[in-house]
């Protein structure tokens, strides 16, 4: 059980275009996600937390205008790069809070050329 | 300011030989640690939560220990599919602005040689 669904697994866009990527849970309701970023070698840098039928809660640092979140539902929520620029190529990672703890998505591989 | 900090940053071990990675944290108060699995080009994948100091849990190769300072990951008789990067994460009580967010540290590249 706590499957979520990540998609795209990956993805190439040009400077100056718009990605959007999602996260659904296949088989629970996830009130709360959270999005991840993942540079080479390094570990998870939380982005933002997003709550169902609120505004997603920023990191410091994180440009809201640029990564807009969307959290509509129990099951669905999407981040979007607006006027993405090479300096956003990274991988992407989604995560959905349970009963039993948190469960991540298989990320999404953002390249901007 | 919250703290988690994984040792050794990579681990390179012959198949059977058995270690243990460390997970030290610095929390105002603990809700639970975590332990994930990362595959190259993947998601973490869930491995084990502890919650109280003294608590252990296993999972075929690998059992987890909390103590009120660190946590291990023991691997014993490693095969080279366990290798990848271990990532822990803690989850602080009270965190600021509700959210329950985790905080991970680097993570552990460990390769095991056939």
């Known amino acids: 059980g706590a499957v979520v669904s990540q998609h795209p697994s990956w993805v190439i866009c040009k400077s100056g275009t718009s990605v959007k990527i999602e996260c659904r849970s296949l088989?629970?309701?996830?009130?709360?996600m959270f999005w991840y970023r993942q540079f080479p070698k390094q570990s998870l840098m939380l982005m933002a937390t997003?709550?169902?039928?609120?505004?997603?809660?920023?990191e410091q640092g994180v440009e809201k205008d640029k990564f807009l979140i969307n959290h509509a539902s129990l099951t669905l929520s999407t981040l979007t790069v607006t006027s993405a620029h090479p300096e956003d190529s990274s991988f992407y990672i989604c995560?959905?809070?349970?009963?039993?703890?948190?469960?991540f998505g298989s990320g999404t591989r953002l390249t901007v050329v | 300011e919250d703290q988690v900090t994984q040792s050794p940053e990579a681990l390179r071990l012959q198949e059977g030989e058995s270690s243990s990675l460390n997970c030290s944290y610095t929390?105002?108060?603990?809700?639970?640690l975590f332990w994930y699995r990362q595959d190259p080009g993947k998601g973490p994948e869930f491995l084990f939560t502890?919650?109280?100091a003294g608590e252990e849990k296993e999972k075929e190769r690998l059992k987890a220990t909390l103590t009120k300072k660190e946590s291990f990951l023991h691997i014993t008789a490693p095969k080279p599919e366990d290798s990848a990067t271990y990532l822990c994460?803690?989850?602080?009580?009270?965190?600021?602005?509700?959210?329950?967010?985790?905080?991970f540290g680097k993570g552990m590249k460990l390769t095991v040689n056939p």
């Open positions: 997003s709550n169902e039928g609120s505004k997603a809660t920023y």
């Open positions: 929390v105002s108060g603990l809700r639970g």
């Open positions: 995560s959905a809070q349970w009963s039993a703890g948190y469960t």
């Open positions: 994460a803690v989850q602080a009580v009270g965190t600021q602005g509700g959210s329950e967010k985790l905080d």
């Open positions: 088989d629970f309701q996830a009130t709360t």
């Open positions: 502890l919650y109280s």
